[in-house]
């Protein structure tokens, strides 16, 4: 059966704008990723997903363990559902309030541990609980950006701990301060991971792109192993964590990581459509309804305008996925209370039906739906609430 065909009869009874996962597609991008991770175990991204449901789906799959949060508040959420016992907070957090419920809560505080990349981490966290509080788990997090010229910064900008000699010297002094205790390193590199090295027309950008992550992972795995050698020196570390979906396969063959983290790749978000190694399936996607046909080829929706974050570009807008064929309009784009879509398909479609869009990033899409609803087939085979359903929105 035709994908629109079968979205449309799985929701006939739905009233839209409403968001639906895919699980076929959801199961078999999580099979595509622990085949790519080579062995290793992915730390599934939460922020990707921000769904209990799902997180809980995907982590009942061989070849997922753990959580990678996105603040301290949504961990200590997780936890207290006994969502995972191996959580960690892959940002570092200043809430006060959340890091005195950590310190109360010992089953928490064995399950949860703390990114920190500055002595100014461990003091925030001695103002925030007082002097004697008890061991607080910490990652300590690499920065892995490429760094080929003098003031040249290629990556996200996170930890200022760059090399060895930086990682082992904060590793010190983690384990020198009392009421901390160092167990993981953290080294994400985003400009591998998170840029697709073949953006759809755009092919001297990819040329470009592809010989950047190239260099940018050879210097990587030296420095990379070399940091991590020199914090093992002074502490025992349970776990090293990199990559991300766009880099399962490379991160994966560096020997001094122990586990990858993804969660992108589960939903297939249009920013990983550029990507020539892989493709993740269209998992996550939401309906609007047409309202106005103002025009020949131009159908107007409702609603719609979920931007995603990031640079201010066309690509963080949706995009129109079902019927094929339909695009939005470049002087308007998604808009708050309508969206217009133009193309040969737009002819065919008629007040009330609905368009099927796609959003560019993951996760982001749940803070606009409060419930997934979860088709399987041409099947409704249930309903979800998103954390924004149960009522927690953690930034």
Same mark, same amino acid.
């Given at each position: 059966?035709?994908?629109?065909?079968?979205?449309?009869?799985?929701?006939?009874?739905?009233?839209?704008?409403?968001?639906?996962?895919?699980?076929?597609?959801?199961?078999?991008?999580?099979?595509?990723?622990?085949?790519?991770?080579?062995?290793?175990?992915?730390?599934?991204?939460?922020?990707?997903?921000?769904?209990?449901?799902?997180?809980?789906?995907?982590?009942?799959?061989?070849?997922?363990?753990?959580?990678?949060?996105?603040?301290?508040?949504?961990?200590?959420?997780?936890?207290?559902?006994?969502?995972?016992?191996?959580?960690?907070?892959?940002?570092?957090?200043?809430?006060?309030?959340?890091?005195?419920?950590?310190?109360?809560?010992?089953?928490?505080?064995?399950?949860?541990?703390?990114?920190?990349?500055?002595?100014?981490?461990?003091?925030?966290?001695?103002?925030?609980?007082?002097?004697?509080?008890?061991?607080?788990?910490?990652?300590?997090?690499?920065?892995?950006?490429?760094?080929?010229?003098?003031?040249?910064? =290629?990556?996200?900008?996170?930890?200022?701990?760059?090399? +060895?000699?930086? &990682?082992?010297?904060? %590793? *010190?002094? $983690? #384990? !020198?301060?009392?009421?901390?205790?160092?167990?993981?390193?953290?080294?994400?590199?985003?400009?591998?991971?998170?840029?697709?090295?073949?953006?759809?027309?755009?092919?001297?950008?990819?040329? =470009?792109?592809?010989?950047?992550?190239?260099?940018?992972? +050879?210097?990587? &795995?030296?420095?990379? %192993? *070399?940091? $991590? #050698? !020199?914090?093992?020196?002074?502490?025992?570390?349970?776990?090293?964590?990199?990559?991300?979906?766009?880099?399962?396969?490379?991160?994966?063959?560096?020997?001094?990581?122990?586990?990858?983290?993804?969660?992108?790749?589960?939903?297939?978000?249009?920013?990983?459509?550029?990507?020539?190694?892989?493709?993740?399936?269209? #998992? !996550?996607?939401?309906?609007?309804?047409?309202?106005?046909?103002?025009?020949?080829?131009?159908?107007?929706?409702?609603?719609?305008?979920?931007?995603?974050?990031?640079?201010?570009?066309?690509?963080?807008?949706?995009?129109?996925?079902?019927?094929?064929?339909?695009?939005?309009?470049?002087?308007?784009?998604?808009?708050?209370?309508?969206?217009?879509?133009?193309?040969?398909?737009?002819?065919?479609?008629?007040?009330?039906?609905?368009?099927?869009?796609?959003?560019?990033?993951?996760?982001?899409?749940?803070?606009?739906?409060?419930?997934?609803?979860?088709?399987?087939?041409?099947?409704?085979?249930?309903?979800?609430?998103?954390?924004?359903?149960?009522?927690?929105?953690?930034?």
């Amino acid at each position: 059966m035709e994908p629109r065909t079968r979205f449309d009869a799985a929701t006939k009874g739905l009233e839209p704008p409403f968001a639906v996962v895919d699980l076929d597609a959801f199961d078999r991008n999580a099979a595509a990723l622990v085949r790519r991770a080579g062995g290793k175990p992915i730390r599934v991204a939460s922020k990707s997903v921000r769904v209990r449901a799902l997180l809980e789906r995907v982590l009942a799959r061989p070849g997922f363990r753990g959580l990678m949060c996105y603040s301290l508040p949504e961990a200590l959420w997780l936890s207290g559902h006994d969502l995972s016992d191996d959580l960690l907070v892959a940002y570092p957090t200043v809430d006060h309030t959340a890091l005195g419920l950590l310190a109360r809560d010992e089953r928490a505080r064995g399950r949860i541990t703390l990114v920190v990349d500055s002595p100014e981490h461990l003091d925030l966290v001695d103002a925030a609980l007082g002097p004697a509080h008890p061991d607080i788990r910490v990652c300590l997090e690499l920065d892995v950006s490429w760094r080929p010229l003098p003031g040249l910064h =290629v990556g996200p900008r996170r930890s200022p701990v760059h090399t +060895a000699r930086d &990682a082992r010297s904060l %590793a *010190a002094l $983690v #384990a !020198a301060r009392r009421g901390f205790r160092l167990v993981a390193v953290m080294a994400y590199e985003g400009q591998i991971a998170g840029l697709g090295d073949a953006p759809p027309g755009r092919p001297l950008r990819g040329a =470009v792109l592809r010989w950047a992550q190239r260099r940018s992972a +050879a210097e990587l &795995a030296e420095r990379r %192993a *070399a940091a $991590v #050698a !020199a914090v093992r020196e002074v502490a025992e570390l349970e776990f090293v964590n990199g990559g991300g979906t766009g880099s399962l396969e490379s991160t994966g063959a560096d020997p001094s990581v122990t586990e990858l983290a993804a969660g992108s790749g589960l939903v297939g978000p249009t920013l990983f459509d550029g990507y020539r190694g892989f493709r993740p399936e269209p #998992a !996550a996607l939401f309906a609007l309804p047409v309202v106005r046909r103002p025009a020949r080829r131009v159908a107007t929706l409702f609603a719609g305008g979920y931007v995603a974050s990031g640079t201010a570009t066309a690509d963080r807008q949706p995009s129109p996925h079902l019927p094929r064929g339909l695009k939005l309009l470049a002087l308007e784009g998604a808009g708050e209370v309508q969206t217009p879509v133009a193309g040969r398909a737009a002819d065919e479609l008629r007040l009330g039906d609905r368009v099927w869009l796609r959003h560019a990033k993951a996760g982001e899409l749940a803070e606009r739906f409060d419930h997934y609803h979860l088709v399987r087939g041409d099947l409704l085979e249930g309903t979800a609430p998103t954390y924004r359903g149960e009522g927690r929105n953690f930034g």
